[in-house]
Nanobody, 124 residues
Framework: VQLQASGGGSVQPGESLRLSCTIS????????IGWFRQAPGNEREGISH????????EYADSVKGRFFISRDSAKNTAFLDMNNLKPEDTAVYYC??????????????????WGQGTLVTVSS
């Protein structure tokens, strides 16, 4: 089982990025997917969740309306589209997966599998 996060980089405020989370070893259709981030000196923050059961999504208030999670079953890949990026979005971003059906998908504790993280830097 492996999750590979990619797509991070350095951008200016207001720009966009798409993060990818490529999954091997299981079908993305059977797992809830979450995106988390951790800025230097801060705790890991749950920012988005996609439910396997019904495709519902949830977002942290800090990214609501700017970030969008999606999944492509054919590619076995999850995505996080990040728009109107702000300097406070600078962090290492992680994708995670769990076989549990989560009520609160922004809580990191139930997630069993984690990607290695990809760095996003937003600076002018």
């Amino acid at each position: 089982v492996q999750l590979q996060a990619s797509g991070g980089g350095s951008v200016q405020p207001g720009e966009s990025l798409r993060l990818s989370c490529t999954i091997s070893g299981f079908s993305i259709e059977d797992y809830d997917i979450g995106w988390f981030r951790q800025a230097p000196g801060n705790e890991r923050e749950g920012i988005s969740h996609s439910a396997a059961s019904d495709g519902s999504t949830e977002y942290a208030d800090s990214v609501k309306g700017r970030f969008f999670i999606s999944r492509d079953s054919a590619k076995n890949t999850a995505f996080l589209d990040m728009n109107n990026l702000k300097p406070e979005d600078t962090a290492v971003y992680y994708c995670a997966a769990t076989g549990w059906r989560l009520v609160n998908g922004l809580d990191a504790r139930p997630y069993e599998y984690w990607g290695q993280g990809t760095l996003v830097t937003v600076s002018s």
